[in-house]
């Protein structure tokens, strides 16, 4: 099983995300994002998932939200878990860094 998946404009992870993984991530990560014909849009992280996550995989979210960005769209959060948020709070990074989706 992947520890992330791309369909519908979201990116979905599961499992234990740590430094070690990061590469993998990332690989699949741009794979989906540059597969995309309009980067103009909204793009989401479903993090439901997610049993563990670290400092390296929260910078590798932060680069993916920037590259949307970047390609003037948006990166939203779908769903999350207490783990994600408690990180989020560990570095005193507010609850919206990354924006809830409608």
Same mark, same amino acid.
């Given at each position: 099983?992947?520890?992330?998946? #791309? ?12 430094? #070690? ?11 989906? #994002? ?34 949307? &960005? ?7 959060? &779908?769903? *999350?878990?207490?783990?994600?948020? *408690? ?16």
């Amino acid at each position: 099983m992947s520890i992330v998946t #791309y369909e519908n404009k979201t990116f979905k992870f599961t499992g234990k995300l740590n430094i #070690y993984k990061v590469s993998e991530l990332k690989n699949k990560i741009l794979e989906g #994002y540059n597969a995309e014909a309009a980067k103009e849009s909204d793009f989401f992280l479903d993090l439901s998932g997610v049993e563990a996550i670290d400092a390296a995989v929260l910078q590798l979210l932060l680069a993916l939200k920037q590259l949307v &960005k970047n390609g003037k769209g948006n990166l939203k959060l &779908k769903a *999350s878990t207490q783990t994600f948020d *408690s990180l989020l709070d560990l570095f005193g990074m507010p609850a919206d860094t990354f924006p809830k989706a409608a």
